[in-house]
Antibody, heavy 119, light 111 residues
Framework: EVQLVQSGAEAKKPGESLKISCKGS????????IGWVRQMPGKGLEWMGI????????KYSSSSQGQVIISADKSTATAYLQWNSLKASDTAMYYC????????????WGQGTLVTVSS | QSALTQPRSVSGSPGQSVTISCTGT?????????VSWYQHRAGGAPKLLIY???ERPSGVPDRFSGSKSGNTASLTISGLQAEDEADYYC???????????FGDGTEVTVL
């Protein structure tokens, strides 16, 4: 059974940096894509980007390009979402999700990481 | 990439059927048979209900069904149950050089 475990909730100030993680287990993740999804308070789900765990090929949504950095460590089957300078508007729940090469839906999800950015 | 268009809310009585539409364009929903649907209950993670337009993962009740015509995909919930109250999102693949896009989300209320 595939499991995705995300890092815990974070409370940060504007301008601070942050890196949250999503660790996979239960399968050979070298053939998996990990995606990051944002849900701002009271809003819907938005794709931020996806990364391949084996070769770190990364694709960003147009709204996330240049705003965040998505990275991965295949040796630990862990994907990361990073901000260099947080804004209050980054306050949201962030989910990671996983899919295998050749699949185009996302059956496995992390529990979510709540990021709160406030002065 | 704009979100796919879904109705803000739908409702029905227990046992009834409801259908949620998901309207995109010829560059997303109309271009690929890679539309999926997710159920998202408050406080939990999204759950995959339908993939590849019509397919159900193991464990998803056959009350949930998907279809597509042109640029519009649909999710039908038959025999509505109280536990079906949740937000529902469609999602479309955008091609090999892009990511995915969700719909606006639809709140389903069981009366």
């Amino acid at each position: 059974e595939v499991q995705l475990v995300q890092s815990g909730a974070e409370a940060k100030k504007p301008g601070e940096s942050l890196k949250i993680s999503c660790k996979g287990s239960g399968y050979k993740f070298t053939s998996y894509w990990i995606g990051w999804v944002r849900q701002m308070p009271g809003k819907g789900l938005e794709w931020m980007g996806i990364i391949h765990l084996f070769d770190s090929q990364t694709k960003y949504s147009s709204s996330s390009q240049g705003q965040v950095i998505i990275s991965a460590d295949k040796s630990t089957a862990t994907a990361y979402l990073q901000w260099n300078s947080l804004k209050a508007s980054d306050t949201a729940m962030y989910y990671c999700a996983a899919t295998r090469d050749g699949d185009f839906a996302w059956p496995d999800w992390g529990q979510g990481t709540l990021v709160t950015v406030s002065s | 990439q704009s979100a796919l268009t879904q109705p803000r809310s739908v409702s029905g009585s227990p046992g009834q059927s409801v259908t949620i539409s998901c309207t995109g364009t010829s560059r997303d929903v109309g271009a690929y048979n890679f539309v999926s649907w997710y159920q998202h209950r408050a406080g939990g993670a999204p759950k995959l209900l339908i993939y590849a337009v019509t397919e159900r993962p193991s464990g998803v009740p056959d009350r949930f069904s998907g279809s597509k015509s042109g640029n519009t995909a649909s999710l039908t919930i038959s025999g509505l149950q109280a536990e079906d109250e949740a937000d529902y999102y469609c999602c479309s693949f955008l091609g090999s050089f892009a990511t995915y896009v969700f719909g606006d989300g639809t709140e389903v209320t069981v009366l």
